[in-house]
């Protein structure tokens, strides 16, 4: 069981680019969210699926996409990147929005020069 | 303003020595509020769940309790191994919101 699982661990970005972030569970659950973590700050929301074909914006979604096609699979995009979206990325599963029970995955450190 | 607020920001004790973390709230309407662990490089990892001001957990050294203000998770007689950051993190009524906290790092002696 592997849990949620994040691709890239490191990504080191020019500005203007974009790229996509990967995100996979195994555990058949419905809600699954994207977070960033700035140091000196809380976890903040971007974007959340309460399941396939459903999407939200969180907090901060500005320069940020996502689409969810499968219940395994929630994928972030970053349309083209900016030094403020410099962070590290965590993905998290649960069974309901409501369900305070969250697995994270292991998160992607994103450098944007 | 909704607002979650971790404190110390850092705390340093020699092993064996008890201690608690803070986490006061100020939210319109809680649904519930719950403890995370987070290790350096790796994501959070779910500790505790309170729903109700009186209710307390318990996790090996680690107990968890909620007012209608505030919880507290206290540290029994620590290892070296309970070193992390541990976040709070509260479920707000409306909309189901989530709101983390800056977090504490722990750092015990050994």
């Known amino acids: 069981n592997a849990g949620v699982t994040q691709t890239p661990k490191f990504q080191v970005l020019k500005t203007g680019q974009s790229m996509t972030l990967q995100c996979a569970q195994d555990m058949n659950h419905e809600y699954m969210s994207w977070y960033r973590q700035d140091p000196g700050m809380g976890l903040r929301l971007i974007h959340y699926?309460?399941?396939?074909?459903?999407?939200d914006q969180g907090e901060v979604p500005n320069g940020y996409n996502v689409s969810r096609s499968t219940t395994e699979d929630f994928p972030l995009r970053l349309l083209s990147a900016a030094p403020s979206q410099t962070s590290v990325y965590f993905c998290a599963s649960s069974y309901s929005k409501r369900n305070t029970e969250a697995f994270f995955g292991q998160g992607t450190r994103l450098t944007v020069v | 303003e909704d607002q979650v607020t971790q404190s110390p920001e850092a705390l340093r004790l020699q092993e064996g020595e008890s201690s608690s973390l803070n986490c006061s709230y100020t939210?319109?309407?809680?649904?519930?509020l719950f403890w995370y662990r987070q290790d350096p490089g790796k994501g959070p990892e779910f500790l505790f769940t309170?729903?109700?001001a009186g209710e307390e957990k318990e996790k090996e050294r680690l107990k968890a309790t909620l007012t209608k203000k505030e919880s507290f998770l206290h540290i029994t007689a620590p290892k070296p191994e309970d070193s992390a950051t541990y976040l709070c993190a509260v479920l707000m009524n409306r909309d189901d919101k989530i709101i983390f906290g800056k977090g504490t790092r722990l750092h015990i002696l050994p």
């Open positions: 699926s309460v399941g396939a074909g459903i999407t």
């Open positions: 939210v319109s309407g809680l649904r519930g």
């Open positions: 309170l729903y109700s």
